[in-house]
């Protein structure tokens, strides 16, 4: 018995996903609306975001819109906590550039945003993990690979088979879906965006589930 597929595009439609969010910010209310992120983010003490433009982690400022990253670190020690941007594992770097197609200029990443080195900065940042996750305008979840070096399908990446499974079974079958913190943020997280090794799925407070295979 052979195995079914279908050949698909290169990379995701950055504009239907864009669609989806702009759906959900216009009709969705509570609990997806934005009252939240509207408060200013200097009141988050040693909060710090991503300058997607500039890819340096800067302090967090005013309300300034960001999105928030979900992932699977893999090794600690093959990760650096202050890499040059170049250095990026791929699953920043792909968040990165689906931030600003998605028209946000800052990316919260916990590796980076967080200081690793300073203990007391450390459990200031983990004891906000709930404001920083529902302040988020929308968290980028990596259900695919296992570690930071994995990236985002879909992003830069060539798929060329896809089986179809329904999204929710790729998301629960992923190392990510195994990590107890990271069913928490996406538990606070009021609009969420998987990203699995064949679609993006999209998910909101208020039960929106929209689909794109790539």
């Known amino acids: 018995m052979g195995l079914w597929g279908r050949v698909v595009p290169k990379t995701v439609e950055f504009s239907l996903l864009g669609d989806w969010l702009n759906i959900c910010r216009r009709h969705h209310t509570e609990p997806c609306d934005d009252s939240k992120q509207q408060r200013s983010l200097t009141k988050l003490n ?12 800067v302090p967090a400022t005013g309300t300034v819109k960001y999105s928030a990253l979900s992932y699977v670190w893999g090794s600690p020690k093959s ?3 202050k890499p040059n941007a170049e250095n990026w594992p791929r699953v920043v770097r792909d968040a990165v550039l689906v931030t600003k197609t998605l028209g946000l200029g800052y990316l919260w990443v916990d590796k980076h945003c967080i200081n690793q080195e300073d203990s007391k900065h450390k459990d200031e940042q983990i004891a906000m993990m709930d404001q920083i996750y529902e302040r988020a305008n929308v968290t980028i ?3 695919a690979g296992q570690d930071a070096h994995a990236g985002l399908p879909g992003v830069g990446t060539q798929l060329l088979v896809s089986t179809m499974q329904h999204p929710r079974r790729s ?3 992923s190392t ?3 990590r107890g913190w990271t069913y928490q943020e996406a538990i606070l997280s009021k609009r969420r965006l ?3 090794e064949e679609q993006v799925y999209f998910e909101s407070l208020q039960s929106s589930r929209l689909i794109q295979t790539f």
């Not at 040693?46 to 982690?57: H, I, N, P, T």
């Open 171 to 173: 998301i629960m079958q």
């Open 79 to 81: 990760l650096d906590s």
């Open 194 to 196: 998987f990203f699995t």
């Open 46 to 57: 040693g909060f710090q975001l991503v300058d997607c433009e500039r890819q340096m982690v």
């Open 176 to 178: 990510w879906f195994t």
């Open 141 to 143: 979840i990596a259900a």
